[in-house]
């Protein structure tokens, strides 16, 4: 079974101080990654997809990278806006050729002025 | 453009009763997919539809159905309802051509008393 564990599970930062979240997971077969934000009372929204390890993508202060075991969303001079719970997902076969989402439990994330 | 849209945004429902709930999704988006979110079990799969058709399926008892219909819209029923089904239901689509980028709706908040 696909298996998605997001650490820390929440994550107090003063603004300007840069972290990391961490996204480890078990898949057969991992067809993409996905990195979603999430604030209270809203839908997830999108924010990168990464397809292979050594995959980078950057949006303003954050950037995710790929492994073959984890993703790490690293999050530089962050903003009191960018408190958030951060979600991981995995896409991988669920059978046939159909593929399925696979969602961490999230980072909750609170950047302090 | 338009988002995903999702109706009602809140609902609250008697143990027994049954719910519908409904998902517009983005224009020219023919694939759907429904997850249920809890705080103690994050984000979970339900179905995923595409040209009517129910593509994959998640871990969920049979009174858990859904359907699409011939504009894309989709809809999803939970019957004789229970306590546990207390959620955030959230309905994401995905564009044509190949894409596995979800774009999730606002989600409806449903309450079981």
């Known amino acids: 079974e696909d298996q998605v564990t997001q650490s820390p599970e929440a994550l107090r930062l003063q603004e300007g101080e840069s972290s990391s979240l961490n996204c480890s997971y078990t898949?057969?077969?991992?067809?993409?990654l996905f990195w979603y934000r999430q604030d209270p009372g809203k839908g997830p929204e999108f924010l990168f997809t990464?397809?292979?390890a050594g995959e980078e993508k950057e949006k303003e202060r954050l950037k995710a990278t790929l492994t073959k075991k984890e993703s790490f969303l690293h999050i530089t001079a962050p903003k009191p806006e960018d408190s958030a719970t951060y979600l991981c997902?995995?896409?991988?076969?669920?059978?046939?050729?159909?593929?399925?989402?696979?969602f961490g439990k999230g980072t909750l994330l609170t950047v302090n002025p | 453009k338009a988002g995903v849209t999702q109706t009602p945004r809140y609902l609250i429902k008697t143990r027994g009763q049954q719910v519908t709930l409904s998902c517009s999704p983005i224009?020219?988006?023919?694939?759907v997919s429904w997850y249920q979110q809890t705080p103690g079990q994050g984000l979970q799969f339900l179905f995923e539809?595409?040209?009517?058709?129910?593509?994959n399926k998640g871990n969920f008892p049979g009174r858990f159905s859904g359907r699409q219909f011939s504009n894309s819209r989709s809809e999803m029923n939970v019957s004789t309802l229970e306590l546990g089904d207390s959620a955030l239901y959230l309905c994401?689509?995905?564009?044509?051509?190949?894409?596995?980028?979800?774009?999730f709706g606002p989600g409806t908040r449903l309450t079981v008393l």
């Open positions: 994401a689509s995905s564009p044509p051509g190949g894409s596995d980028t979800q774009y």
């Open positions: 898949v057969s077969g991992l067809r993409g």
């Open positions: 990464l397809y292979s």
């Open positions: 997902a995995v896409q991988a076969r669920s059978g046939g050729s159909n593929y399925k989402l696979t």
């Open positions: 224009s020219g988006h023919r694939s």
């Open positions: 539809y595409f040209s009517e058709t129910q593509r």
